[in-house]
């Protein structure tokens, strides 16, 4: 499985971007995914999950009311879409997918390579 995400780059404090996530697999579909964020010197954390049928969503009390996590499944892609950005928001967001367990918090069995947030105050 692999996931190759896009969209990132800098941003201005209170501005918004919107990742994407592009998975190869064909059973995309039937995954749980997510995006997970790490910022300089922190642990990886996780941002936000949605459920293979998008019914079901978590996401971090941090970005709980600005990020909204989204998918489609005829094209095999989830979106984060981040608005009010903050800079503490500044990280590499990886996209995930196929949660190990039931919980969208993860873990998960496939990670993407990343992509780089940068929000100027």
């Known amino acids: 499985v692999q996931l190759v995400e896009s969209g990132g780059g800098p941003v201005q404090a209170g501005g918004s971007l919107r990742l994407s996530c592009a998975v190869s697999?064909?059973?995309?579909?039937?995954?749980?995914m997510g995006w997970f964020r790490q910022a300089p010197g922190k642990e990886r954390e996780f941002v936000a999950g949605?459920?293979?049928?998008?019914?079901?969503?978590d996401y971090a009390d941090s970005v709980k009311g600005r990020f909204t996590i989204s998918r489609d499944n005829a094209k095999n892609m989830v979106f984060l879409q981040m608005n009010s950005l903050k800079f503490e928001d500044t990280a590499v967001y990886y996209c995930?997918?196929?949660?190990?367990?039931?919980?969208?918090?993860?873990?998960?069995?496939?990670w993407g390579q990343g992509t780089q947030v940068t929000v100027s105050s």
């Open positions: 949605i459920s293979w049928s998008g019914g079901r969503m």
């Open positions: 697999d064909r059973t995309f579909s039937r995954f749980d």
């Open positions: 995930v997918a196929g949660t190990i367990g039931n919980a969208l918090v993860g873990p998960y069995r496939y």
